[in-house]
C-alpha cells in the first residue's frame, strides 16, 4: 500500500505531462520548434538533476573518441537524450503531421523478404524500440519485438494506478502484449513469428546478462551481446536488418 501511495503521484504526474506537451506539440505552429524547446527544458532538468552521472558520460566520451570539452559533451548528452525522447513522444501523439517527415530507405529488401513468406530481424539501437516498430508500422509490416522483463513489471504497476484516458498511445503500444513480448519467456513466439513469414526487431546494443553471450568491443569498452537474433535469423533462414536513426539538418 505504501509502495503505491509513492508511485501513485509520480506516474500520474508524469503522464499528465505527456499528455500536456501532447497537445502543446499539436498547438505550435511550428511543430519542429516545440520539440526542440522541450527536449532542451528537459535535457537541462535532467541535467541537474542527474550531477552523479555527469562522470559516467565524461568516460563514454573518452571512449568515443570526441574532441568537445567534456562540460559541453555532457551538456548534449543530456539534451539530445531529452530530445529523442520527446520526437518518441511526438510521433505517437501527433504522428499524422510529423510522420510526414519520415524517410525510410533501403526498405525494399525487407519488404521483398516478408513478401516471400520469409520473415526477417531487424536490429538497432535502444534509442526507442517503438521508435523502430513505429516506422517499421507505416509500412504495413506485421512486427513483434522482445521487451525486457523490468518494463513489464513496470507497466503492471501504471496500468493499476493511471487512468486509461491519462495514458500515453506510446505506453499502450508497448504495453500491447499482441506485439511486444517479454525477453527471458517470450522468444518461443518471436520464432513461432518468423517461421510465419513476419518481423522481429530487437534491441543489439544493449548489454546481455548471460555470461555465455559474445563478446565485443563497443566504443572501445568490452561488452556482452546477446547472439539470439543471429542464431534466429541463421536457423530459419530469414534475413537480418541493421537499422539506425538519422536526422536531417531540418530536424
Avoid at 506516474?11 to 511550428?30: C, E, M, Q, T, V
Avoid at 535535457?43 to 573518452?62: E, Y
Avoid at 506510446?170 to 513469414?197: N, W
Amino acid at each position: 500500500m505504501i509502495h503505491n501511495v509513492k508511485l501513485w503521484p509520480r506516474y500520474n504526474l508524469k503522464y499528465l505531462g505527456i499528455r500536456l506537451a501532447a497537445l502543446g506539440i499539436k498547438a505550435a505552429p511550428s511543430k519542429l520548434s516545440a520539440i526542440r524547446l522541450m527536449g532542451l527544458i528537459s535535457g537541462l532538468l535532467a541535467l541537474v538533476c542527474n550531477i552523479k552521472r555527469w562522470s559516467g558520460v565524461s568516460a563514454f566520451a573518452s571512449h568515443t573518441g570526441s574532441a568537445a570539452p567534456r562540460w559541453r559533451y555532457i551538456l548534449r548528452y543530456f539534451v539530445q537524450t531529452a530530445t529523442d525522447r520527446v520526437w518518441g513522444l511526438a510521433l505517437y501523439e501527433a504522428s499524422p503531421e510529423l510522420a510526414e517527415g519520415i524517410r525510410i530507405e533501403g526498405r525494399e529488401p525487407l519488404e521483398r523478404a516478408v513478401s516471400e513468406g520469409k520473415g526477417a530481424v531487424v536490429v538497432g539501437a535502444h534509442y526507442g524500440p517503438m521508435l523502430y516498430v513505429f516506422m517499421l508500422n507505416t509500412l504495413g509490416l506485421d512486427v513483434k519485438q522482445l521487451i525486457g522483463k523490468r518494463f513489464f513489471k513496470k507497466a503492471a504497476d501504471i496500468s493499476r494506478l493511471v487512468p486509461g484516458r491519462l495514458l500515453s498511445k506510446k505506453f499502450l503500444a508497448m504495453a500491447d502484449t499482441e506485439r511486444s513480448l517479454m525477453a527471458k519467456g517470450g522468444e518461443r513466439g518471436i520464432v513461432e513469428h518468423i517461421k510465419g513469414g513476419g518481423v522481429a526487431f530487437m534491441d543489439i546494443d544493449t548489454p546481455a546478462q548471460s555470461r555465455k553471450a559474445a563478446r565485443a568491443e563497443f566504443f572501445g569498452m568490452p561488452m556482452r551481446f546477446s547472439r539470439f537474433p543471429f542464431r534466429l535469423a541463421l536457423a530459419y533462414d530469414a534475413p537480418l536488418f541493421f537499422t539506425l536513426f538519422e536526422k536531417t539538418e531540418d530536424g
